[in-house]
């Protein structure tokens, strides 16, 4: 049935020499159109895969890869990266105490600090990112519990949240805000650096906390409700977070536009991270002069307000400060597998090789016994 | 053509309606009376009201049941309801893994595809049954006491309809008068069978003798019929009248819907089936639905895929509880309550999360395989219809593919099975020798010519061929030959005026006539021959003259003439003009009834045949007169030179017909038949037939007119002769022959003229007793007749009886009980046959030649290099047979050949057994024989039998091809097919190279088939033309219809309809082997692509604490299929070539493949699994420890998974990918092209929708991110290296000299990276 309907496609072609008969009218025929493609017969490349024609390949991206690798490699090898650990499981560790005494309830927030040292300067802008590990950022249900359209500023949501927020929807009969699971688990510790210079004294650090956040974040998809005039009024009759100390739109009162839900560190942790153990950008080290580095080694000082417990579910707490290159930050993986890869590649190129002078000698014109 | 859709489950279902609809009348019969009788045709009164109306609906659905039902018959396919089912799991928030509108979307879109589908064709169906209901007819209106038009479909059973010619019959009619006055009816079944010659029909016997036109109002009679059934050559039932007489009514008397009304001006008739209960609707069975073995084995692994789908969610089940379990009651904070604030258990939660996973890795099962494949087979089949070697230019037709899903099978068959007359041979017969009373003539001429026809065939148009011919004149000094040299030169000068496609466009003009093709009308009589016809029909005029008895003619001389007579009139032949091609042709003279007596004979054409006497002068005729008083001078002469010259003359321009009719008496000198010579044109039944009635004219004995009851023949000297045709007892294949009882003219002797096969005619020869001169004619004629077999040329006897009129009398006594008999008529009529054709006496046999059609000794040998057995299973005679089996190449002289002919059972098992032993011992020395093993070496590439063979295991007898033929006939194969000897049969079969069933009967055929397919669970094609192939093409795995000589029942029944045998060679080497490597290649690239796709979820669950939480935004995993990976696979499962045509046609070894299955066997598939999960191990992993430790978020970082799996499925293609079109590079330009657009466009859409991915902006930045492009380089260059330098490892031949495998042909049969 769909097989007759082609006829209708055909068209005459071939009416040539029909004109025989006592011009009995052109029969229309249905000889099929001799075209390429209806004929199967397109021009078409056909690449043979033997060990002759492949080998070349194989030589070739290696010869690309390891070049490659070994750039990723040394690029990623200039990243100075430092991380601390502040989890406090050790006894020996100065935010121990602060780890086991802490839940979610305790009302009085627990100061730690945290000496280290920096062994090589770091010269460019240095990033300071705190380390969770351990942390399911990515469960499905923990995922999928935000609103946002609430986080976008709009009223209705803002006073009746999705339900997707729940069990984090509504608490005491009002409508949380921001509601779900990502914003009640927010991280809430509070980093502070100090540069302990040779005579002992402690210099602070000046930490950025603007531009952590993705700009399309910030501007477009973060957004107070009513604009950012008066928080407090915008956000009347709702509650906030469970666990949270503070309402929203006292984040970070210091500063209207990283208050409420354009808070950046907020927003920061909106995002939800792909994998258990991750990293998040907390402040940004701005380097002053070309001159001196950024952070010049020495001794330094993380003080710690430890807010945020995590041996519940044995994770893991972690302070990074880093510099980054064009290709992001310290991992030498990407290099390393460039290499190998290309290496791979080189070496089957060799085997290949091997073999097409040991064994292909067909020179392409097999006989076939018929 | 929307007709032909219809539905075979709708048929079913309005039957069941009409059936419930009946229950109240459980008659066996119907009974039909006249509406005129009653005022209103659906009045309460009218007994005609319960039957279906001519109204047609061939649509599935209405308006309003369209949804409801086409989603219905969806949800029919399992794969379907799956979907749906999982896309509703999505609403249960518990389980839900995507937003559940969006998980509908693919659902939605496949079945709404398919709806638009099946809309689109039901609105086609509409169309034109509305198109049908709307033809007008004309129907009696008893209010207005006249014919008024009407549409179709308001004409119901019962009603009188009047018919004009040409036009179509609206329903099945009974035939009550016509405006011919013998009271017949010519219609054209072209539509039902395909069938271009006339077929004539008669009034019903109890109207026959109405003078007057028939008057609706006077009918009073009762029909009483069979039910509605789809038997188109049956019908029964008789007329009951109002005086109580009955008369039977045969299918002779039915008009069949949808045949058209030719050459009658008008015609009366009543309506008896309407609507769907005619016999050309009850006939109408849809498309055929196979299954191809591709498709069987695909079911078993998408099955498999469900295992591995469940065991999968099962893992992740377990470890999402242990996950939990791990925590205990400290439940942390990313752990979050169910909406309700209450604790989830561990192992509620893993089993929330079994329905979950289900949900994520659906895309495992491919809900989009099933369209594509279904998608790719269309492309394949219209590919295949276009293609120009398939096309045949001398019919105008290409190969029809009428199964649409079975495609891919043909690059697997491992058994053809062919008919031989008409799939073989031309089945377009030619006349070669005839032998009568025991003295052979052997039409030398002839055969020069026939050889020079196929010279002309295969020299096309070659100008100078003038020389070939010019020798052949100095050589030959007769009269005949010199005629062939003129002959055929006019022939070429035709020829020369244009192409032979333009010579071949004339004849397919002029194949408005059914079987005559300018070979078998063209025939040189043998002059030995014609001498004697002559002289014989000079004395007979002479003997008439002086009213002398028949009886004092020479025997010999006797039988020659009634040997004509016989072959002009024992037939069924109609008769019809060239100029008006569907006008029958008038002979009529001037008497109105048929000759009852010789005395009215004599005393009608007394003054006549004086005039001719006289002189032909007197005829004012304009006829050329030179050529009749040649025709008269040459009495008992031989033909001069000059009597070419007329024969020549003869083919002048064709003078209107008109003269014939004139006033003019008609002569009997033998003039007239140089007037229809070159004009008449006969319609046979069967090739053979018009063969014979072509080959009597060229004697001058020509058949000028056929009615019902006078059959009219010309013959030289005595003019026309009209013999009254008291029966004609037709073929059967059962009796093998066909009789015709006349009145001979000139004798006054009720005589019956028997021809057929030989095996049917020798036994009722007349026992031997009779005199010396029969049986020395019968020992010589079987002579003959084995030199013809061995010749292989079909051979027809022609055997006389005179009966008395007493005799006679006492026959048709019981004959006209049986032919009234309503119980066991055919039974009766049997017995009534075989009564009258005993005691015969014989006089002559024919020969004729079935040539073989072009190509087919290449085809033949092409299809068995190719590992394919070829079996012919024929209903001709051994000796035929085997002859025409060595002329195709399919017996070789070489090869030794057994054998089976048996009369009993017990025979048959000895020699089975004695033939095994045979051929074991054979096989046994063979294998230590020095020669044999050059032989197995020879063979060794392609040895697939001992090890492809699946059943070989159950069979413990080592099995290889020998050089063996094995002949069997009919009678043995009924024996063999016996249940305790079919194994036995089977083992000696499938041990010999070639094997020919000669004398099956369609039955047998099919049984065959069966057999071999069952038992050695191989893939079997059918291939046959005529309607006695039928069972044969249905039982097969494909069916194959030659689109010949015999009508279209076997391309009815068929798969694919093949106007040539030689096609089949392109069709299964090239398009069989690439519709079943493109496939196949496709299913596999299929399953990997999913498993690839989802396995990369599974990988993540051990990072996501196996919650279910996919990394793949939800868009992306549910177009990824549809939309972005789809195109390219589909343009390389309808393009890709692995080997060329030229390549597959010029080594057909290479068919093997398929027949192995090579590309798509079990371990293929777990492979493509391992590789699945292999590369998507690669493509998680490398991104995983590129973006370890980072503030990478989950969609950020599963973006960039998405791409590069895109990328490695798209390159992995590629390596697949044997031939790059264009079309390859565009698809794949257009699927990265439309990811990255989607992708783009999605990201930037909208900044809160779309949770919980919210991928605002997420594309746009990583490409900004130089990691992205890094990751998407090594990626699928790290995933697909692997498969890359094993594909090349396979190819490498390790063991150099050794035995070469033939799996990758491209590597060793084409040049690297051609430009074609």
Known sequence: ?370 | MAREGEDPGMAKASKVKRQRKKKPKENKTRTVHANILYDNAKGEENPNRNYANNKIKTTKYTVLSFLPKNLFEQFHRFANVYFVFIALLNFVPVVNAFQPELALAPVVFILSVTAIKDLWEDYRRHRSDQEINHMDCLVYSRAERRYVERYWKEVRVGDFIRLRCNEILPADVLLLSSSDPDRLCHIETATLDGETNLKQRQVVRSFFDLDCDFDPLKYNGIIECEKPNNDLNRFRGYIIHQSGRRDALYKENLLLRGCTIRNTEEAVGIVIYAGHETKAMLNNNGPRYKRSKLERQMNVHVFWCVIILLVMCLFAAVGHGLWMFQYGDKRPVFDVLSPEGTDLSPIMSAIYLFLTMIIVFQVLIPISLFVSIEIVKICQVYFIHQDMDLYDEETDSHLQCRALNITEDLGQMQYIFSDKTGTLTENKMVFRRCTVAGVEYSHDANARRLAMYQEMDSEEEDCTSHSGTLPRRDSVTSHQSARVVLRSQSTKSHRRTGSRAEAKRASILSKHTAFSSPMEKDITPDPQLLDKVNECSSQMDFMRFHSQPMSQLPSDLADIIDFFIALTICNTVVVSSPNQPRQKVRMRFELKSPVKTIEDFIKRFTPSRLTSGSNSSSSSSLITNRSSNRGCSSLLSSPSAESTLTKLDEEQPPRGLEHSFGPVPPCYNGKAWNLEDGELRYEAESPDEAALVYAARAYKCSLVGRLPDQVTVELPHLGKLSFELLHTLGFDSTRKRMSVVVRHPLTDQITVYTKGADSAIMDLIKPPDTGKRQIKIVSRTQNYLNLYAADGLRTLCIAKKILSKEQYACWLQHHLQAETAIQGREELLFDSALRLETNLQLLGATGIEDRLQDGVPETIASLRMAGLQIWVLTGDKQETAVNIAYACKLLDPEEEILTLNADSQEACALLLEESLHYIQAKFLCSSTDQAAKAFHSNFAPFEIYPSSSPSSSSHTTPFTVLRLGLVIDGRTLAYALDKSLEDKFLAVARSCRSVLCCRSTPLQKSMVVKLVRNKLKVMTLAIGDGANDVSMIQVADVGVGISGQEGMQAVMASDFALPRFRYLQKLLLVHGHWCYSRLANMILYFFYKNAMFVALIFWYQFYCGFSGSAMIDQWYLIFFNLMFSAFPQLITGTLDKDVSAETLQQLPQLYVNGQNSEEYKPYMFWMNMIDAFYQSLVCFFIPYFAYADSDVDLFTWGTPITTLALFTILVHLGIETKTWTWMNWLSIAFSTALFFTVALCYNASCPTCYTPSNPYWTMQRLLQDPLFYLLCVITPVAALLLNLFFKVLVQVPFSSGGQMKLREPVSLFSEPTRWR
């Open chain 1, 1 to 370: 049935m769909m097989a007759s309907s082609y006829n209708a496609k055909e068209e005459d072609g071939h009416n040539s020499g029909a004109s025989n008969n006592g011009g009995a009218g052109v029969v229309k025929s249905k000889k099929p159109d001799n075209t390429a493609f209806k004929q199967q017969r397109l021009p078409a490349w056909q690449p043979i895969l033997t060990a002759g024609t492949v080998l070349p390949a194989f030589f070739v991206i290696g010869l690309i890869f390891i070049p490659i690798g070994i750039g990723l490699f040394v690029s990623s090898n200039n990243i100075k990266e430092f991380e601390i650990d502040y989890t406090g499981v050790d006894i020996n560790n100065p935010c121990y105490n602060c780890a086991k005494n802490f839940s979610w309830n305790s009302t009085t927030p627990c100061v730690c600090s945290v000496p280290f040292t920096l062994e090589q300067p770091f010269e460019s802008n240095v990033f300071m990112y705190y380390g969770l590990s351990n942390f399911y950022q990515n469960h499905r249900r923990y995922v999928k519990s935000r609103d946002d359209s609430q986080l976008n500023g709009d009223q209705s949501a803002l006073k009746n949240p999705s339900k997707e927020c729940e069990p984090y929807r509504t608490s005491e009969g009002q409508p949380i805000a921001p509601c779900g699971a990502i914003a009640n688990s927010l991280f809430n510790d509070t980093l502070e650096l100090y540069h302990i210079d040779s005579n002992g004294t402690r210099n602070t650090i000046p930490l950025v906390k603007k531009g952590i956040a993705w700009w399309t974040d910030k501007h477009v998809k973060f957004r107070n409700p009513g604009g950012n005039n008066n928080l407090t009024v915008a956000f009347q009759g709702t509650s906030k977070p469970v666990n949270w100390r503070k309402p929203v739109y006292e984040l970070d009162p210091s500063d209207p536009e990283n208050n409420g839900f354009i808070n950046e560190d907020f927003i920061v942790w909106m995002r939800t991270a792909a994998l258990p153990t991750f990293r998040k950008l907390y402040r940004i080290i701005q380097k002053k002069s070309s001159t001196t580095p950024t952070l010049p080694s020495g001794k330094y000082l993380l003080e710690i307000t430890y807010n945020y417990p995590v041996l519940s579910f044995d994770g893991r707490k972690r302070m990074i400060l880093s510099t980054i290159s064009w290709m992001g930050g310290k991992n030498p993986f990407l290099g390393i597998a460039y290499i190998t890869v290309g290496s791979i590649c080189f070496f089957l190129g060799v085997v290949l090789l091997i073999i097409h002078h040991k064994y292909d000698t067909r020179n392409n014109s097999p006989d076939i016994p018929n």
